[in-house]
């Protein structure tokens, strides 16, 4: 356990600190918004092109590790809406992001940094890159698509309305990212020393300061009496996910033990850190930031448990 308490404490402990520079004024937090802007525009781009980089292309995405993740969070994700479309009488935009919330992990900021810390920056730089990928590509743009629906825009097409919330996320550095190392990787262009030095000096920077963003950017969040849904909500995130992941991964034999790892882990991190964001869009945002708020506390715990199990 004090193994464990080793490498899960640090993580919250910055979480913690970024919070309190917030709360005390001594950092604002318009500053940690920019700090968060930097992990996912500069940081973490060169976190994603490091662990491509140099590499063959199946090295660099592996097939197996991206059917499991993907199936994983796409039966948690239709779980989670039929749940509260049935059970809860909620609106379909309601039921999307709650699905939503359940299915899709805090990889760029908490994932990569608790996967980092348990396997190391070469594992946690492949499987940051392909989680994205699921969540940028298929997650997010299927549950704004089934929310939008129920908002005025029925008369859009299923179709439409996932490739329009595709060509927003092709803007994303993350994705740009991502498409640069499997170019490279296919291509097979070596980076040079220089280039290779710079992205790893940026890389470093992507864990802390992510964990310190996280936290200055939770303060102010206020859970508002919404503690039944997101309670929910975070539970269904932090120990159905990664359990659904691990179980998914039982039907891919080839995929190794470390990336196994590194799904489980990734699918252990809270929800979204935009995901109040993406809630703000349906009228729900004061819900949304009650569960990231809950999700990020209650993650230390089941963070803990969840790398006890796979150790």
């Not at 917030?22 to 996912?40: E, H, K, P, Y």
Request: glycine share 8%; charged share 10%.
């Amino acid at each position: 356990m004090l193994e464990i308490l080793s490498i899960t404490a640090p993580i919250f402990i910055l979480i913690a600190l970024g919070y309190v520079c917030v709360m005390t004024r001594l950092i604002s937090q318009d500053a940690t918004r920019g700090m968060g802007v930097f992990v996912i525009t500069i940081a973490l781009p060169a976190l994603i092109v490091r662990g491509m980089a140099n590499k063959p292309l199946a090295d660099s995405m592996d097939i197996d590790f991206l059917g499991g993740y993907a199936l994983a969070s796409l039966v948690l994700f239709a779980l989670g809406l039929i749940a509260y479309r049935r059970l809860r009488h909620a609106s379909l935009a309601e039921s999307s992001m709650a699905g939503l919330g359940m299915s899709s992990a805090n990889s760029g900021f908490i994932g990569v940094s608790i996967c980092a810390m348990v396997l190391g920056t070469e594992p946690a730089s492949r499987a940051v890159a392909m989680t994205i990928l699921v969540e940028s590509m298929v997650m997010i743009p299927l549950a704004m698509a089934i929310a939008d629906s129920s908002g005025g825009q029925e008369n859009t097409g299923l179709i439409k309305r996932l490739a329009l919330t595709a060509k927003r996320l092709m803007r994303s550095p993350l994705l740009i990212a991502i498409c640069l190392g499997l170019a490279l990787s296919a291509l097979r262009i070596p980076l040079p020393g220089v280039a290779l030095r710079v992205i790893d000096m940026l890389a470093m920077a992507a864990a802390p300061v992510a964990l310190f963003a996280v936290g200055g950017n939770l303060h102010g969040l206020r859970p508002r009496g919404m503690l039944g849904d997101a309670t929910a909500i975070s539970l269904a995130k932090l120990i159905l996910h990664p359990a659904l992941t691990a179980l998914a991964f039982l039907l891919f034999p080839g995929l190794t033990p470390e990336m196994r790892q590194a799904g489980v882990l990734f699918a252990a991190a809270p929800m979204l850190s935009i995901y109040p964001i993406l809630g703000m869009r349906y009228g729900i945002e004061a819900r949304c930031s009650a569960t990231l708020l809950l999700g990020t506390v209650l993650s230390f715990i089941t963070i803990s448990a969840t790398i006890a199990l796979i150790s």
